[in-house]
Nanobody
Framework: QVQLVESGGGVVQAGGSLRLSCAAS????????MGWFRQAPGKEREFVGG????????NYRDSVKGRFTISRDNAKNTVYLQMSSLKPEDTSVYYC?????????????????????WGQGTQVTVSS
């Protein structure tokens, strides 16, 4: 139904910035709540943040609030994760994901089980 491809990962020094993009296929992108997750080696995948279908509402895990910003451009079928003031603990593979669930159930979006489609991930490495 939708294919997701992340890009923009790389190596950056602590304190630096990086912008990730997630490009979606098809013409129904605006129907999906979009989320960003990350997974470090040996750790569980964790929620980074999400954005509503219109882009009007966002939610973030506490550790990235004020540093990361999620946005989407439905005309371009793309969701972004702007990361600033990066820390070594941000080092992870970052994944975008699409959910068909209603925003009314917003409490579920911190869980990866709420998402139906996933990208392949892009590596972000923050050096100390």
């Amino acid at each position: 139904q939708v294919q997701l491809v992340e890009s923009g990962g790389g190596v950056v020094q602590a304190g630096g910035s990086l912008r990730l993009s997630c490009a979606a296929s098809g013409r129904t992108f605006s129907r999906y709540v979009m989320g960003w997750f990350r997974q470090a080696p040996g750790k569980e995948r964790e929620f980074v943040g999400g954005v509503s279908r219109s882009g009007g509402t966002t939610n973030y895990r506490d550790s990235v609030k004020g540093r990361f910003t999620i946005s989407r451009d439905n005309a371009k079928n793309t969701v972004y994760l702007q990361m600033s003031s990066l820390k070594p603990e941000d080092t992870s593979v970052y994944y975008c994901a699409a959910s068909t669930r209603a925003w009314e159930d917003r409490s579920v979006f911190i869980h990866d089980g709420a998402y139906d489609f996933w990208g392949q991930g892009t590596q972000v490495t923050v050096s100390s």
